[in-house]
Each structure stands twice: as structure tokens, then as C-alpha cells.
């Protein structure tokens, strides 16, 4: 009798610790379960959400280029199935989770390649269109921080060579008139009659602003006494500019 006394007070003792032991294995399964669950529900969230940014993104694309590209031009069904073709694919880097820098430079230089094997007169329009398509899909990425402009940007600000940029952009670009005449020839090359007629400039005074546009590689001239015409650097600055502008007027 004793011996069955005992073993009933031993399973009594022990009964506590073992409810407790498993109530907290069920509790770690359950919080486990809960994370599981609303980890899957926030991928298939996200996962819908970035298909509709996806579903919008070429929707803006169709709309922005019908809307902001030149017309009439006879390149125009041309360019803007080649500047669709570029933005659409870009907009699907999103579907990768994580886009890197290197990609984005990629994807301008590719802009560039296109921008240097056409000068039509109104191309420059065109091109500021499609840039600004673009920028707008960077920006959605930065918010989705799927691409993210803050480490790149800080380290190209660190590297800033304050002597070099005031010389050969500030300086050259804060004068009205040369401003003008890059703009004019952003399109197509011009002669130096057609640039003095644009600006009112004569002679001495148009060659000394021509000259330090030449100076600093922002225009070039085909031979001497020949054309003058907007340098890629030169185009790069321009598109800087727009840019800028716009995102201040947004």
C-alpha cells in the first residue's frame, strides 16, 4: 500500500511539469506556425503588390511616350518601339527582389548607346521623355528598396573634385548664352552663321563663348572653320539639367 501511495504522489509531483513542458511546446509550435503564416502572407502580399507596379509601370510607359514623344516625326512608331522595348525590360528587374548598381549603369549606358545613333532634330524631346520614364522606375525601386540610391550616392559625393567640376561644368554652363548655344545644336550640328544669328552674338563675342564650351569637351568642332555639335558629355550635362528642373517643378 505504501509502495502504491508512493508512486501516486511521484505522478502527482511530476503532472505540473509535464503540462508545463508540453503547453510550451505548443506554444513555440503555434508562434512558429503564426511566423511561418505570416511570413507567406506577407511574400504573397508583396508578390501581388509588385505585379501590379509592374502592370502600372506599362501602362505609364505607353502613356508617357504617346503623350511625350514628338509628333509627327516620320522615326516615331521606330523610336518608340525600341524606347518600350528598353523601359519594359528594365521595369521587370523588379520581379528579381534586388537590382544592383551595376545593372543601373548598365541600363543608362544602353540609353546613351541608343541617343548616339540618331540626330533628328526634335530627338532631344524624345530622349528627356524616355530619361524621365526611367528615373521613375528607379524611384519605385528605391521605395520597394529593391534598388536603393543612398550608399551609391554618398560615395559618388565623397569623390566630388570641387576645382575639376566648378572649371569644367560650373563655370562653363553659368553663362546664359553658352547655355543657349548647347541647347540649340542639342539636336543637330550648326554652323557659325546660324549659331550668331540664334544668339545675337557677333564674331570675337560668339568665338570666345564657342571657345570655352570647346575647352571643356562640352561641344566639338567637325574640322576647322567647320560645324560645331554637342558632345556626349556635353548631351549628358543637358539631360542633368532637365532632370533637375523637372524634379524641382514636381
Do not use: W
Not at 573634385?161 to 572649371?167: A, N, P, Q, R, Y
Amino acid at each position: 500500500m505504501e509502495r502504491v501511495n508512493n508512486l501516486i504522489d511521484s505522478t502527482n509531483y511530476d503532472t505540473p511539469a509535464k503540462l508545463e513542458a508540453i503547453h510550451r511546446d505548443i506554444k513555440r509550435l503555434m508562434e512558429r506556425t503564426n511566423q511561418e503564416y505570416l511570413d507567406l502572407m506577407m511574400a504573397n502580399l508583396r508578390k501581388d503588390f509588385i505585379d501590379s507596379i509592374t502592370v502600372y509601370l506599362s501602362d505609364d510607359i505607353k502613356k508617357g511616350l504617346e503623350q511625350g514623344m514628338v509628333d509627327p516625326c516620320p522615326m516615331r512608331d521606330t523610336c518608340k518601339s525600341v524606347f518600350t522595348a528598353y523601359l519594359e525590360e528594365n521595369s521587370k528587374n523588379i520581379q528579381q527582389g534586388h537590382i544592383s548598381g551595376g545593372t543601373i549603369a548598365q541600363k543608362r549606358d544602353e540609353l546613351n548607346q541608343i541617343r548616339k545613333k540618331v540626330s533628328g532634330d526634335n530627338c532631344d524631346t524624345c530622349f528627356q521623355e524616355v530619361n524621365s520614364l526611367f528615373e521613375k522606375q528607379l524611384n519605385i525601386m528605391d521605395s520597394l528598396q529593391i534598388y536603393s540610391f543612398n550608399d551609391e550616392t554618398k560615395t559618388e559625393i565623397a569623390v566630388i573634385d570641387e576645382e575639376k567640376i566648378v572649371k569644367n561644368v560650373l563655370e562653363p554652363l553659368s553663362n546664359r548664352q553658352r547655355l543657349q548655344i548647347m541647347k540649340y545644336m542639342a539636336s543637330q550640328t550648326r554652323s557659325f552663321s546660324i549659331l550668331s544669328e540664334f544668339t545675337g552674338l557677333r564674331g570675337g563675342n560668339l568665338l570666345f563663348h564657342l571657345q570655352k564650351l570647346l575647352e571643356n569637351d562640352l561641344i566639338m568642332q567637325r574640322h576647322e572653320r567647320g560645324d560645331y555639335m554637342i558632345t556626349k558629355k556635353g548631351f549628358n550635362l543637358l539631360l542633368l539639367l532637365a532632370n533637375f528642373q523637372k524634379s524641382t517643378e514636381d
